[in-house]
């Protein structure tokens, strides 16, 4: 089939690779515009971008997709499907129809599941135990058209959310050729999702990566490895925001007071609402990351300092 690809970060790279080696011909990428991004507030080129000029593949950049520009390129182009991973635009109607075959979307949850922008962190976030992704073909709605297929994966329990989507990513991308390869040989099967089981998941926004103390440890882990690496957990010493790696709770350890600091010779402790945290990486503002026994050693930590 000819397709135009859809999607924007790095993790849309292993799809990329999956249909550039698979029968069906790319012909273009669809991909938010460049945008500023370093010290300099330079235009870069989202990866996907970047993938296709590597490759000398037609980027097109649509500040909307709703733009009549960008619909008439596409009906030039006349695509028999557009495959989409993490585009992060709404698709109108008017585009949608244009491809015989639609849109057909890898998203990274089991559907209904953890629609919205933010799957695989809510899935963390939650305690989630078994997640997965799932193809299905885009609608008007958010994250509600039928099924074409699903994978399933184990959630680790040290699992960040980078690492979950990283294995996503890769196990999805041969899901989504084979849903393409199916729809070519006329024998995918789309099933609409269930009513049941639904649950959002609206983006994580720095706000909700600033940890709470006062949870139980459990939930402490939980929102930092959701939030690792992005937005990235945060708390706040002597005043100043700190980011913070992932911890592991341990049983056992001396009781500290939410937030309370403890720094021993080889490890550091952070009270919780129930057993302590051990501190793994702490990047104080304008440093470099370092383990939190190195961070403890440079700031001499007083008696019941806490984090806030």
Known sequence: MRLI???????????????????????????????PAGRGRRLVRSPAGA?????GIEVLTPAKPREPEFQERLRQLAPDCVPVVAYGA????????IPKHGWVNLHFSLLPAWRGAAPVQHAVLHGDEVTGASVFELEAGMDTGPVYGTLTESIRPA?????????LATE?????????DAIEAGTARA????????????????EDAKVRWSDP?????RRIRACTPAPGAWTTFRGERVKLGPVHPVANATPLAPGELLAERTQVLAGTATTPVVLG??????????????WARGLRLNPQERFQ
């Open 217 to 221: 440890a459990f939930a402490v882990d």
């Open 5 to 35: 690809f859809a999607g924007t970060p790095e993790v849309t790279l292993p799809s990329l690779d999956a249909i550039a080696a698979s029968s069906h011909e790319l012909v273009a990428v669809v991909t938010r515009p460049d945008a």
């Open 51 to 55: 993938w296709a000029d590597e490759r």
């Open 90 to 97: 709404l698709v109108p109607p008017s585009a949608l129809e």
């Open 172 to 180: 999805g991308a041969g899901l989504l050729v084979a849903v393409l």
């Open 159 to 167: 699992d960040t959310s980078g690492d979950l989507l990283g294995r």
């Open 191 to 206: 099933h609409p999702q269930p009513a049941d089981g639904v649950s959002l998941a609206p983006k994580i926004t720095v």
């Open 281 to 294: 990486e702490v990047r104080a503002a304008g440093k470099k990351a370092m383990s939190a026994v190195d």
